[in-house]
């Protein structure tokens, strides 16, 4: 059984610019949640997707976006970068809405 | 609104001792999860624990137990036998039929051999 991955691991980007992270899904599990993860604070729920529709949203602005794909694995983009986004991304997978979520290493977004 | 509050920063616990992680919570919600993730230094998120609010009962994994006090909404996590790999951030989490997980800001947990 595979676990969730995510790529890349790391990355650097300008304030501005855009960005793709994914997310690979645990075999089985369709539903996958995003979470921003800044240094020393919890993770604050972004965005989760069920059957390739978006299930639910936290308190982040529309320049964060996202997909699911047939396979259940997921995208986030965020548009028009900012400082504040430097944070680690996780993403986690789960076999319904509210399952057990299984997490991904996550992706170290910088943002200069 | 739901809200998880995790009032220990940091914790530390001698190598076989035992350790106690403090978590209250709040949530107008009758039928509710809780959870405790650890955070290692390698950043992927591992489940250590979780309890079903309708369970009376204290869930305990190996040497990780659950104090839960449903009347105090509070949910504190026991820590036996401590070991060098048990060091980590400890993230008490909540999720209530929703979509959504609220964690807290985590406690961080030193083993000193």
């Known amino acids: 059984e595979t676990g969730v991955t995510q790529s890349p691991t790391h990355l650097i980007k300008t304030r501005g610019q855009q960005v793709t992270l994914r997310c690979s899904s645990q075999?089985?599990?369709?539903?996958v949640s995003w979470y921003q993860q800044a240094l020393g604070q919890g993770p604050q729920f972004i965005f989760q997707y069920y059957r390739e529709e978006e299930n639910g949203r936290g308190n982040f602005p529309p320049r964060f976006s996202g997909l699911q794909f047939p396979n259940y694995s997921s995208e986030l983009n965020v548009n028009a970068l900012e400082l504040d986004d430097s944070a680690l991304y996780l993403c986690?997978?789960?076999?319904?809405?509210?399952?057990?979520?299984?997490f991904g290493p996550g992706t170290r977004l910088t943002v200069l | 609104a739901q809200t998880v509050t995790q009032s220990q920063p940091e914790m530390s616990v001698q190598e076989a001792e035992t350790v106690t992680l403090s978590c209250t919570y709040d949530t107008s919600e009758s039928d509710y999860y809780l959870f405790w993730y650890k955070q290692p230094p390698s950043r992927q998120m591992i489940l250590v624990i979780r309890q079903e609010a309708y369970k009376q009962q204290n869930a305990t994994e190996n040497r990780f137990s659950v104090n839960f006090q449903k009347a105090a909404k509070s949910f504190s996590l026991k820590i036996s036998d401590s070991q060098l790999g048990d060091a980590a951030m400890y993230f008490c989490a909540l999720t209530s039929g929703t979509y959504k997980y609220i964690f807290g800001t985590g406690t961080r947990l030193k083993v000193l051999a």
């Open positions: 986690a997978s789960s076999l319904a809405s509210w399952g057990e979520q299984f």
């Open positions: 075999s089985g599990h369709n539903t």
